[in-house]
């Protein structure tokens, strides 16, 4: 009767958390409302007005970036007013959670009578993380991506159509293909051959009925990263994002990028390949999904939502180390610990760890798994001991707080970094210290610089006035990274005002230079503080 009642409790708190959650979506402005959702409903209303796909472009400067087929599949939503849709669209996000919670509830606890107490507690787990809340907030396809490849990875649909899901989800965003080679390593050769038929009839039909757009596609539309955006940004939790952030470019990236994805998605297809074979083919599809994650050019906060499942198995498992593992990934994806963390991260090493600890417990998940050595003890009944385990965990948490506390990595602390032209000095986001010459005078009098600091919620903002001293300013995110230099621009006659952002000045240092190069001041701590 208690676990009942706890049950109906825990599915009460995630009516609570969904409601809140949409209204909170409902209440932005409209141009932030859905932002994604309202992309697919512009781009299908614009497909259905005769205008090519891809020619597409949102008021918000978005384009759609999914295949052909995919259009087709969201098509309906063009007949629908707007309002509608977007309260039909988070009411099948958050059933949507719910059903991914059902399908992976059974596989983390085996005991029945625990099973919907478990599963009522992954949907609010799920519901609270980052992934599920950017699924809700930008209005995405990803959740529903998610749920298609994790039913028929796990092997829930019926015998005679299983892998088809996993070819339709990849006709419409083309990550979960990794699910075919997964079937195959794993010896569902009818599964990968179902999927492969199942994508290349959605491809055929979307070639059928769109035929321009699906030929700008498959010919180069597709390859084309820059349409979604800054790949470098701190949203971007794949390792392609990852090695752009610490710096790694040039001739050299794209064979370490390929190199490293070989290495992660061959260990993850191998340990995947195990659990599926001893029975386990939940954290066998999960595991996967993380590698989909890991591997792909760009994996946006609602593509995250594998690593969150990852999480329940280990928090689920037996033994200290693996299930304090879950709930180190667990707070990973439900905080945003770059931000949360910047005042103490006290090297760039460490702000770097922060910053990328998506990235990176989605990465420890494929090579480490979480998979054959948990399964293997839930199995046997086997647990560490209490002891051994906290000694395992204080092992490797130091081990890895010593590790990144001494690299000095530079730029992939502050991949936001933008410094602001003449084009948007209008701007009040970006300069705010005085908006008149009389103003910047006052404001800027007695000092060679004079700056005000300006923090957001993902981001801070510098904004100052320059005396005639002042040849140049240089900005270095963190050391040993090179200095960017930040334009001067003569607003105001006589006067010069310089704006731009960082993900983080904790480790900021400002710097202005005389014309013949020496340094008239610099700027650390009082960047950080304001």
């Given at each position: 009767m208690g676990s009942r009642r706890g049950t109906i409790a825990l599915w009460g708190v995630f009516a609570a958390i969904a409601a809140v959650?949409?209204?909170?979506?409902?209440?932005?402005?409209?141009?932030?409302?859905?932002?994604?959702?309202?992309?697919?409903?512009?781009?299908?209303?614009?497909?259905?007005?005769?205008?090519?796909?891809?020619?597409?472009?949102?008021?918000?400067?978005?384009?759609?970036?999914y295949p052909p087929f995919a259009a087709l599949v969201l098509s309906p939503i063009g007949l629908l007013p707007e309002g509608v849709l977007q309260l039909c669209w988070l009411a099948l996000t958050c059933a949507a959670v719910a059903a991914i919670a059902v399908a992976v509830g059974g596989a983390v606890t085996p005991a029945r009578h625990r099973r919907p107490l478990v599963?009522?507690?992954?949907?609010?787990?799920?519901?609270?993380?980052?992934?599920?809340?950017?699924?809700?907030?930008?209005?995405?396809?990803?959740?529903?991506?998610?749920?298609?490849?994790?039913?028929?990875?796990?092997?829930?649909?019926?015998?005679?159509?299983?892998?088809?899901?996993?070819?339709?989800?990849?006709?419409?965003?083309?990550?979960?293909?990794?699910?075919?080679?997964?079937?195959?390593?794993?010896?569902?050769?009818?599964?990968?051959?179902?999927?492969?038929?199942?994508?290349?009839?959605?491809?055929?039909?979307?070639?059928?009925?769109?035929?321009?757009?699906?030929?700008?596609?498959?010919?180069?539309?597709?390859?084309?990263?820059?349409?979604?955006?800054?790949?470098?940004?701190?949203?971007?939790?794949?390792?392609?994002?990852?090695?752009?952030?610490?710096?790694?470019?040039?001739?050299?990236?794209?064979?370490?990028?390929?190199?490293?994805?070989?290495?992660?998605?061959?260990?993850?297809?191998?340990?995947?390949?195990?659990?599926?074979?001893?029975?386990?083919?939940?954290p066998a599809a999960v595991l996967i999904g993380c590698a989909t994650v890991a591997a792909s050019p760009v994996s946006w906060t609602h593509h995250q939502i594998w690593p969150v499942l990852a999480a329940m198995f280990l928090v689920g498992a037996y033994g200290v180390a693996r299930r304090v593992a879950g709930v180190a990934v667990l707070a990973a994806m439900v905080l945003s610990l770059g931000a949360l963390l910047s005042s103490v991260s006290m090297t760039p090493g460490l702000q770097f760890l922060f910053e990328n600890s998506r990235s990176l417990a989605t990465i420890a998940l494929c090579l480490a798994g979480f998979g054959g050595a948990t399964v293997a003890a839930v199995a046997a009944g086997r647990r560490t001991s209490t002891a051994r385990g906290w000694l395992r965990v204080g092992t490797a948490a130091v081990a890895v707080v010593a590790f990144f506390a001494v690299q000095p990595l530079p730029a992939g602390a502050d991949p936001t970094f933008k410094a602001y032209s003449m084009s948007d000095v209008h701007n009040p986001r970006y300069f705010f210290v005085c908006r008149s010459a009389a103003e910047c005078a006052a404001f800027g009098a007695g000092a060679p610089i004079t700056f005000e600091v300006a923090a957001e919620k993902t981001k801070v903002r510098v904004n100052g006035v320059v005396d005639a001293t002042v040849a140049r300013l240089a900005y270095q995110s963190a050391p040993g990274g090179a200095a960017r230099t930040i334009p001067l621009l003569k607003v105001y006659p006589g006067q010069w005002l310089f704006s731009f952002r960082s993900a983080n000045l904790s480790h900021g240092r400002l710097t202005a230079y005389r014309a013949d190069g020496s340094p008239i001041a610099t700027y650390s701590e009082e960047l950080a503080v304001g």
């Open positions: 959650s949409s209204m909170l979506v409902l209440r932005r402005p409209p141009w932030e409302r859905l932002s994604d959702l309202h992309i697919y409903y512009g781009a299908i209303r614009h497909l259905h007005a005769g205008q090519p796909l891809y020619e597409f472009v949102a008021e918000n400067g978005g384009p759609f970036t599963v009522a507690a992954i949907a609010c787990a799920l519901m609270l993380s980052a992934p599920a809340q950017s699924n809700l907030r930008f209005g995405q396809v990803s959740i529903f991506i998610v749920l298609l490849a994790l039913v028929d990875g796990m092997g829930l649909t019926p015998a005679r159509y299983r892998g088809v899901l996993v070819g339709i989800a990849a006709a419409v965003k083309l990550t979960p293909l990794l699910f075919v080679v997964f079937f195959l390593v794993s010896r569902r050769w009818r599964d990968a051959g179902r999927s492969v038929g199942a994508f290349l009839a959605a491809a055929l039909v979307g070639a059928v009925v769109l035929p321009a757009d699906s030929w700008a596609f498959w010919t180069g539309t597709f390859l084309d990263t820059s349409r979604v955006g800054n790949l470098a940004s701190l949203g971007n939790q794949s390792l392609h994002g990852m090695l752009l952030r610490v710096g790694a470019d040039g001739d050299t990236f794209p064979l370490l990028w390929a190199g490293l994805v070989l290495v992660v998605c061959g260990v993850a297809l191998l340990r995947a390949r195990q659990l599926q074979l001893s029975g386990q083919p939940a």
